[in-house]
């Protein structure tokens, strides 16, 4: 990975905004660093510090909010109100022009210290609504009018305002945070079908991370889960359901329950199907009757795993379900692959009709972190046990603390519940090795997802039965 020109040291005072948020403004904020650093706007000061051999530059971006804003206002510029942004430049730059003074070269690193960008969060986010986008094209403009402060541009008058809004512009196109005043269009769409159909693993790739765990095992969803995608100019939320089975016991029964309700919930269905299945399965079947009550909304059909068939095969497919009902459209994918999801995307999105975005920017799953953690968690018994323990596995977060500063470490103890001593024993495995195997594994998942280092403890209990037993299955979160 090649070294950043610029290095952000990024902060965020005053707890301004939620992990996720700063997950994503992080990101925001070196992508723009980056896009304005690769513009010719900041061409003169490159070669400047290429010819005097520094190595590039740094900024410090401070996130804050409204009574820290103020407070500064008061203190520096006499005004008693919280600004969207403010700059402080240390050097007396014009263009990107001027003397570098080699006091302001960081002598660890090598590189020039441009100054401070401080970004008020309530007035970003109030002001993206107001402009009627969202929060990440405001922060990467707010950024990005920052760094030209830093460099030197201003608009003291509309000739400065001028270039500095095209610079903008240009650095926010490219980086594809484009400013919109078109209708703003959402919808809920569910996702359902048969155990196994690959519907977790569509979502997954249409999202862009994982967000819904997956499993060669079937049944591995056990609730509806709601995946976000957000764009400047539409928002759409997948709910990710159990696969439709016939239940053996109280959970099995809440898992087809919560498939089923979704349908009356949304404003697009997408039934998928798996293409290696030799003939219209039972539970397919029962599907496609359930739909005929929902006439009013767009159904489409997605034919799974066609990387494993040959192209007659996902024909005879299509005709068999063109024949059972009047899909809207019929889309052969690949989620494995990655094959034929930017179609399907494409096509959800022309059928979303104008609605409110329901969930912040940067927001992927509509669940806590708490959750999330026991779902990575029984993904990694699924993939690491035979099929005879999986369904009798149940995960209880008993501790989930969060560091108490950045940059700590969140604790997460978990129970794992198993229904025989026989299944206990695979789970812990030889000398315990199986235990830590998937601890490691849930560990790694977890980190990536919460952006913090995870100290995680697992224990292994018997619960006979607990597939059953009301209250376990409250216990652990199926209502």
């Known amino acids: 990975m090649s070294t950043p020109l610029c290095k952000c040291d990024i902060i965020f005072e005053n707890r301004c905004a939620g992990r996720e948020m700063q997950k994503n403004y992080r990101t925001v904020a070196l992508r723009t660093a980056s896009g304005v650093f690769e513009n010719e706007c900041s061409a003169v000061i490159r070669n400047k510090c290429e010819g005097a051999h520094i190595k590039g530059f740094e900024v410090n971006i401070i996130f804050t909010d409204e009574d820290r804003m103020r407070d500064i206002n008061r203190e520096q510029r006499n005004i008693d109100s919280s600004t969207d942004v403010l700059s402080f430049p240390l050097n007396d730059l014009e263009y990107g022009n001027g003397v570098i003074s080699t006091t302001n070269v960081n002598e660890d690193t090598g590189r020039l210290m441009l100054g401070d960008i401080l970004v008020c969060v309530p007035v970003m986010l109030r002001q993206a609504d107001e402009y009627g986008h969202g929060a990440d094209r405001e922060c990467a403009f707010l950024i990005c009018h920052g760094l030209l402060h830093l460099l030197g541009y201003d608009h003291m008058n509309k000739e400065d305002e001028a270039q500095m809004s095209e610079i903008s512009e240009t650095v926010l196109k490219r980086l594809d945070y484009i400013r919109t005043s078109s209708v703003f269009r959402s919808g809920f769409i569910t996702v359902i079908g048969k155990p196994n159909a690959g519907k977790s693993t569509i979502i997954n790739r249409l999202v862009g991370e994982k967000v819904a765990i997956t499993s060669p095992k079937p049944q591995t969803t056990r609730s509806n ?99 059972m009902y009047d899909f809207k459209d019929i889309i052969p994918v690949s989620a494995l692959k990655n094959d034929g999801i930017d179609i399907l995307y494409d096509i959800i999105l022309a059928s979303l009709k104008e609605g409110p975005q329901y969930f912040p920017s940067g927001i992927t799953a509509d669940t806590t972190m708490r959750t999330i953690a026991s779902e990575i968690i029984r993904e990694k018994i699924l993939l690491n046990t035979n099929d005879e323990v999986p369904h009798g596995v149940g995960v209880e977060i008993i501790q989930y603390k969060e560091p108490k500063s950045e940059g700590g470490i969140i604790s997460i103890q978990a129970n794992i519940y198993c229904e025989k001593e026989t299944h206990k024993g695979i789970i812990i495995g030889k000398n315990g090795e199986k235990l830590k195997k998937i601890g490691a594994s849930a560990r790694r998942d977890i980190e990536r997802l919460a952006g913090a280092q995870v100290n995680i403890k697992l224990w292994v209990k018997v619960k006979n039965d607990w597939r059953n037993s009301p209250s376990m299955l409250k216990e652990l979160g199926f209502q």
């Open 225 to 323: 889960l709601r995946a976000v995608i957000t764009k400047n100019d539409h928002q759409m939320i997948f709910i990710d359901t159990p696969g439709i089975h016939t239940p053996k016991n109280r959970l099995g029964q809440y898992m087809v329950n919560s498939a089923a309700s979704t349908f009356s919930e949304v404003d697009i269905i997408v039934m998928v199907c798996d293409a290696t299945d030799r003939s219209l399965s039972d539970i397919d079947s029962r599907i496609i009757e359930k739909l005929r009550s929902e006439r009013s909304k767009p159904v489409f059909l997605v034919i799974n795993k066609t990387d494993a068939v040959r192209k007659d095969v996902i024909l005879e497919k299509i005709a068999l379900y063109s024949g």
